[in-house]
C-alpha cells in the first residue's frame, strides 16, 4: 500500500468546476474513506492528459502506481485497498446492493434527467469540450440536444417518478444506506449535485423530502460538495 496523495482525474469546465456526475461518487467516496487526494482538471475533449489510463473517460484515480478508472471499480478499489478506513458498503450484502443501487442510479436517474440538463452542461464548456459532448451523445441518440431538451419537462417527471422508492426510505431512516451515509447515498448525491451545477432550475419540488437529505450531503465533509458552486 502506498502512502503517495490519490490524484483523481476529473472533467472541469471552464471556470473549473467539476461537473462529472461520476466524478462527484468518486470525490465522496474519498472523502468517507478519509484518504488524501487532489483534483486534476481534465477537458473532455483532451484524451491525451489521460491517455496514461489506456480508455477515453474519466473520473480516474492514480494511487502511486495503481491506475483505476470508472467510479464503481474506483468505489471497490478504495474498499478492497483501505479495509481500514470506513466502510463504504458494509460488507458483501451491502456492496451487492450498492451494485444494483448504482445500476438504478445510472438507468433510471441519470438516463431520465440528461435530456433536461445535457444542453445547459454543454453550455458551460469551451467550444472544443462541448462540440465533443454534443457529438458523443447526439449521434448514437439520433437527435439534437435541442431536440431532447424540448422534452425536458417530460424528462424531470420520469425523474422525479423514479426517485419514489428513496423517498418512501428516507420517511423511515436519515440515509438511503441507514443512519449514516455510505456509497449508494453518493450515488444519488451525485446525480442531485450534477444538476445544482448544471442549471438553475429545480429538479424536484420545493418541499421534496429528498432535499433535506441532499442539504445533509452538502454540507458532509466540511462541506466539501456545497463548496462547488450553485448554478443559481
Ligand atoms: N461508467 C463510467 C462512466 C464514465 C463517463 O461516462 N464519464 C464521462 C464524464 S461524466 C466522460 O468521461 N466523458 C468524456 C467523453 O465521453 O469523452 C463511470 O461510472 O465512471
Redesign the pocket.
Known amino acids: 500500500m502506498t502512502t503517495a496523495i490519490i490524484q483523481l482525474y ?2 472541469a469546465d471552464v471556470n473549473g468546476r467539476r ?5 462527484w ?2 470525490r465522496l467516496a474519498l472523502a468517507h474513506k478519509g484518504l488524501a487526494w487532489e483534483s486534476v482538471p ?1 477537458k ?2 483532451d ?1 491525451t492528459a489521460i491517455a496514461f489510463s489506456g480508455q ?4 480516474i484515480i492514480r494511487d502511486g502506481d495503481r491506475v483505476v ?6 468505489a471497490e478499489y478504495l474498499e478492497d485497498t483501505y479495509p481500514n478506513r470506513p466502510s463504504l458498503f458494509g460488507g458483501e450484502t451491502g456492496r451487492s446492493l450498492a451494485r444494483f443501487f ?1 445500476s438504478y442510479a ?1 438507468r433510471q436517474l441519470v438516463g431520465s434527467l440528461f435530456p433536461a440538463l445535457m444542453l445547459e452542461n454543454v453550455g458551460m464548456l469551451a467550444a472544443d469540450d462541448a462540440a ?2 454534443r457529438t ?1 451523445m447526439e449521434k448514437p441518440l439520433g437527435k439534437t440536444l435541442e431536440e431532447l431538451a424540448a422534452g425536458r419537462e417530460q424528462a424531470q417527471q420520469a425523474f422525479s417518478r423514479a426517485l419514489d422508492p428513496v423517498r418512501s426510505v428516507l420517511r423511515t431512516q436519515p440515509y438511503v444506506s441507514g443512519a449514516k451515509p455510505a456509497y449508494p447515498d453518493y450515488i444519488l448525491f451525485s446525480v442531485f449535485q ?1 444538476a445544482r451545477i448544471t442549471t438553475a432550475l429545480s429538479i424536484v419540488a420545493a418541499d421534496d423530502a429528498l432535499l433535506p437529505w441532499f442539504d445533509r450531503l452538502l454540507d458532509s465533509f466540511d462541506s466539501l460538495g456545497r463548496n462547488e458552486p450553485a448554478k443559481r
Open positions: 476529473e472533467l461537473y462529472s456526475v461520476f466524478s461518487r468518486t481534465v473532455a475533449s484524451k477515453k473517460k474519466v473520473p478508472h470508472d467510479s464503481w471499480k474506483i448504482n445510472d465533443h459532448i458523443g450534477w
